[in-house]
Nanobody
Framework: QVQLVESGGGLVQAGGSLRLSCAAS????????MGWFRQAPGKEREYVAG????????DYADSVKGRFTISRDNVKNTVYLQMNSLKPEDTAVYYC???????????????WGQGTQVTVSS
């Protein structure tokens, strides 16, 4: 069974930092594009960041660019999201995701974790 398990969420004050982790099990994702999405209460799920299988390509939503950094460790089968300078509007459930394949240009995210709550207080 394929599982993506997020951890590292919590409550932090504005301006603070958190690092989310996503550990994959059941199969290796070293050849898959990985990413993070988030969903705030009453809003649709939105894209946060993505990383290619090699880590050579990354992209970010404009709202987090310059503050968040996505990275991966293919030996540990884990992807990370370092979040700095957090704002109250970053409050959301953060979901880890993996694509079905390795194509960076044609990403199709089909594997999802259960999510981890991030709350940023003002």
């Amino acid at each position: 069974q394929v599982q993506l398990v997020e951890s590292g969420g919590g409550l932090v004050q504005a301006g603070g930092s958190l690092r989310l982790s996503c550990a994959a099990s059941g199969r290796a994702f070293s050849n898959n594009v990985m990413g993070w999405f988030r969903q705030a209460p009453g809003k649709e799920r939105e894209y946060v960041a993505g990383i290619s299988w090699s880590g050579g390509n990354t992209d970010y939503a404009d709202s987090v660019k310059g503050r968040f950094t996505i990275s991966r460790d293919n030996v540990k089968n884990t992807v990370y999201l370092q979040m700095n300078s957090l704002k109250p509007e970053d409050t959301a459930v953060y979901y880890c995701t993996a694509s079905y394949g390795s194509s960076w240009l044609n990403r199709q995210y089909g594997y999802w974790g259960q999510g981890t709550q991030v709350t940023v207080s003002s």
